[in-house]
């Protein structure tokens, strides 16, 4: 029940912040954006192959990859901006003091925050997922394959970034905090696409160096499985894509990385219960 109570509370702490609103509004605003565009290219595509052709298929589920890109990083950034300074931001103000002095182990201080937080980053990236498909299913009656693994997906990458963000938390200022976690995830990002040049160009080392940099941050594995999993049988033949993925991380990474997850969330527990306040 504290644990539960210390979620509720993040959650409606982290829903009164401006910037999360702006991110809503701005996902609303993508959705309207998306829609249009869908709506344009689809049509002309139709117009050219017909509505039913494999060509029409594939630039339909091509465009709905890359909005399903687009949600991706926003989820990415919101998992930042809500987590960046949860810990942080309130021992440096000294309000962390009203929640210590309070009946509550640290380690359930720790865990309830980072609940009310996945479920705030959860919320988000379903909300859009589910207007994308709406949009798609309306327009070109059609949804990408698989589209409840990838979102689920989709959230275990923002989770990854925001418990790393919320290890850093217990440690580094909120700009710094910010700054470290944004270059990790670009480094696994980066690694991600090495990793896909070198499946292609049969370059050993840059794959398994893609490897061992999507085992230190599996962030942008999860992206590569999820894309890879919404993508039509006949699309994946083409190999790699500017938003899909020619190759996917094993069902094992997938283990690993919520085992990943436990682990960042126990270190930051291990250091906030060590942090003098």
């Known amino acids: 029940m504290k644990i539960w109570l210390i979620a509720e509370m993040t959650f409606h702490e982290a829903r009164q912040r401006r910037l999360v609103w702006i991110g809503a509004l701005l996902g609303l605003l993508f959705l309207g954006v998306f829609a249009l565009g869908y ?26 990859l890359m ?35 309070k009946p509550l182990r640290r380690w359930e201080i720790v865990v309830g925050k980072w609940l009310g937080l996945l479920a705030m980053l959860s919320l988000f990236i379903l909300f859009l997922c589910a207007g994308l498909s709406l949009i798609t299913w309306l327009i070109a009656r059609h949804i990408p394959p698989n589209i409840v693994q990838g979102t689920a997906l989709m959230i275990l990458c923002g989770t990854v970034v925001m418990t790393l963000s919320l290890l850093g938390s217990t440690y580094l200022a909120a700009l710094a905090n910010g700054v470290v ?21 049969q370059n050993a080392s840059a794959v398994q160096v893609g490897i061992v940099v999507s085992l230190l941050v599996p962030a942008e594995a999860m ?10 049988s006949f699309v994946r033949e083409f190999g790699m894509s500017p938003f899909g993925a020619g190759s996917a991380p094993s069902p094992a990474m997938v283990i690993y990385t919520f ?18 306040l």
């Open 39 to 64: 709506y344009l290219m689809y049509q002309d595509m139709a117009r050219f192959a017909g509505p039913l052709s494999t060509q029409a298929i594939g630039a339909a589920n091509g465009f709905a």
């Open 67 to 101: 909005g399903l890109y687009a949600i991706n990083f926003l989820g990415v950034m919101l998992a930042v901006i809500i987590s960046v300074d949860t810990l942080s931001g309130e021992i440096s103000s000294g309000t962390i003091h009203t929640i210590v002095t």
């Open 181 to 201: 976690v944004l270059m990790l995830y670009g480094l696994a990002f980066a690694a991600g696409w090495m990793e896909e040049f070198g499946a292609i160009f």
């Open 223 to 232: 992206w590569k499985r999820a894309a890879y999993l919404m993508q039509p």
């Open 259 to 276: 085992l990943y997850v436990l682990v960042i969330l126990a270190a930051a527990v291990r250091l906030f219960q060590r942090r003098d």
